[in-house]
C-alpha cells in the first residue's frame, strides 16, 4: 500500500500535524492504533494540562480547532509572578507587552477530542496499526503490513518506534527529576495568574484552572529531585495527598492560603533530548523530536510548532519535488532550529542555575530577578519570546 505522506502517531502533535498537512491539500494518512472516542469534559479536570502560548492558539485558531472547545474548561493566564528562592521575583503580566494573554490553560484531553472529531470530519484516512520497522522507503507494521511514503512523519512520542528502525540519532540526558502532577483547591482565588518558585529542590509552578463547585483551583507540576519525589510516591495515597499539603503550605508561604488535593498524584521523569530532526523520507515532531524541562511549560507549544513548520515546508515545496525530499526536509529542520536551541539553552541554564547551592550563584540570581523585574523592556521582550510573537 502507498501513502504520499503518513503520520506515525496520534496524539495531539501527530494529529495536529495531520490536520495541518491536510488544511494545505497534502494527502495524508494517520497510522495508529483506533482510537476511541473520548467522552465530552466532566466535572473532574483531566490531570494533564497545557500552557497555550498565543503562538499555539493561532495555530489551533488557524486549524478550527480553537473555537471548538469548551470555552468554560480554557483559563486565561493575564499574569505570571516568578519567584527565586530567597527574595528576587518577577511578575509578568500581559498588558506589559500589549497582548490580550499570556497564554491559556487547557486540558490535554479536550485538545485531543477536538482534534480528533476534526480529522475525522476531514476525512484523512487512518490505518488501525502502528510502526514497528523502517525499510527501503516503507514503514512496517505491527500486523505485518508494509506503507510505502514519500514522507513518513516520527510523531509516535518519546521513545519513537519510528525514529529507533530510521536510525536517526538521539541524545539524552536524565535530570534526575520527577515532575509530580495533580489538581489543587486553593482557599484564595488565584485570580488568572501563573505562579512559580524557583527552589534548591526543584521548581514548583501552579497554573490557574477554572473555578470548580468547590471553588478556586489550580494544577500542579512540582519538578523534584528524584529521591524526594519517590519518598512521597511511596506513601499510601492519602498519605501522598497529606505530605504534599504540608510542603506546599511551606514552599508557597500561603500565598493561595490553604491547598488541598483533590486528584490523583502522577509523576513523570525528567529529561532533556534532542534527536536528528530528518533524514531523507522521514521528519520527526514533538517528543519524538526533542524534550525539554517543564519548567517553562513550552513542550506541547515546541511540538505545535514543528507541525506548523513541516507542514508549511512540505506545501510550500516546488512541484517537481516529493514530499520526503531531503531539500524540503532541511527546510523544515532550518526553520525549527533557533527556537527549539533556544528553548532548550534557556530551560537547561535555568535548571542549572536554581539547581546550584554556590552562595555567589544564590545572591546573583535573585538578584537578577529583581533587576528584570524593574526593567519594563526587558520584561516585554521575556513575554515576546514565550509568546512566540
Not at 78 to 105: C, F, K, N, Y
Not at 138 to 148: D, H, S
Not at 227 to 243: N, S, T
Not at 323 to 337: E, F, S
Amino acid at each position: 500500500m502507498t501513502k504520499e505522506i503518513l503520520v506515525c502517531g496520534a496524539g495531539i502533535v501527530g494529529l495536529a500535524t495531520a490536520l495541518a498537512l491536510a488544511r494545505r491539500k497534502q494527502p495524508v494518512a494517520i497510522l495508529a492504533p483506533a482510537a476511541a472516542p473520548l467522552p465530552a469534559a466532566g466535572d473532574p479536570y483531566f490531570p494533564r494540562v497545557y500552557a497555550i502560548s498565543p503562538a499555539s492558539q493561532r495555530f489551533l485558531a488557524e486549524l478550527g480547532i480553537w473555537d471548538a472547545l469548551p470555552a468554560d474548561r480554557i483559563m486565561p493566564v493575564d499574569a505570571m509572578e516568578i519567584h527565586g528562592d530567597a527574595d528576587g521575583s518577577v511578575t509578568l503580566d500581559a498588558w506589559q507587552a500589549a497582548v490580550p494573554r499570556l497564554a491559556w490553560i487547557a486540558e490535554s484531553s479536550e485538545i485531543e477530542r477536538v482534534l480528533m472529531q476534526a480529522v475525522r470530519w476531514s476525512g484523512i484516512s487512518w490505518v488501525q496499526d502502528r510502526c514497528v520497522g523502517y525499510q527501503g522507503g516503507a514503514v512496517l507494521t505491527e500486523q505485518g503490513g508494509q506503507l510505502r511514503a514519500s514522507l513518513a512523519i516520527g510523531a509516535d512520542g518519546a521513545r519513537s518506534p519510528l525514529r529507533e528502525a530510521a536510525g536517526l540519532q538521539q541524545q539524552s540526558r536524565p535530570y534526575d527529576d520527577i515532575a509530580l502532577v495533580t489538581h489543587l483547591d486553593a482557599e484564595i482565588p488565584h485570580q488568572g495568574a501563573a505562579l512559580q518558585w524557583f527552589r534548591e529542590d526543584g521548581v514548583l509552578a501552579l497554573l490557574p484552572l477554572p473555578d470548580s463547585a468547590r471553588g478556586p483551583q489550580v494544577s500542579l507540576v512540582w519538578s523534584l529531585r528524584s529521591d524526594a519525589a519517590r519518598a512521597i510516591q511511596a506513601l499510601p495515597p492519602a498519605e501522598q495527598a497529606v505530605r504534599l499539603e504540608a510542603d506546599l503550605a511551606l514552599a508557597t508561604a500561603g500565598r493561595l492560603g490553604r491547598l488541598t488535593v483533590n486528584a490523583p498524584i502522577h509523576g513523570f521523569p525528567l529529561f532533556l533530548e534532542q534527536s536528528q530532526m530528518i533524514a531523507p523520507g522521514v521528519a520527526l515532531v514533538g517528543d519524538a523530536a526533542h524534550r525539554v524541562h517543564p519548567l517553562a511549560g513550552q513542550g506541547l507549544n515546541l511540538g505545535l510548532g514543528d507541525a506548523q513548520a513541516l507542514a508549511q515546508a512540505v506545501a510550500d515545496r516546488e512541484s517537481f519535488r516529493e514530499a520526503g525530499d531531503i531539500r524540503v526536509l532541511r527546510r523544515y529542520r532550518r526553520a525549527r532550529a533557533e527556537p527549539l536551541l533556544a528553548m532548550r539553552l534557556a530551560t537547561d541554564g535555568l535548571h542549572r542555575l536554581f539547581g546550584s547551592h554556590a552562595t555567589p550563584l544564590a545572591w546573583l540570581r535573585n538578584a537578577g530577578m529583581s533587576w528584570v523585574d524593574r526593567t519594563p523592556m526587558l520584561k516585554r521582550r521575556l513575554i515576546a519570546q514565550a509568546s512566540g510573537l
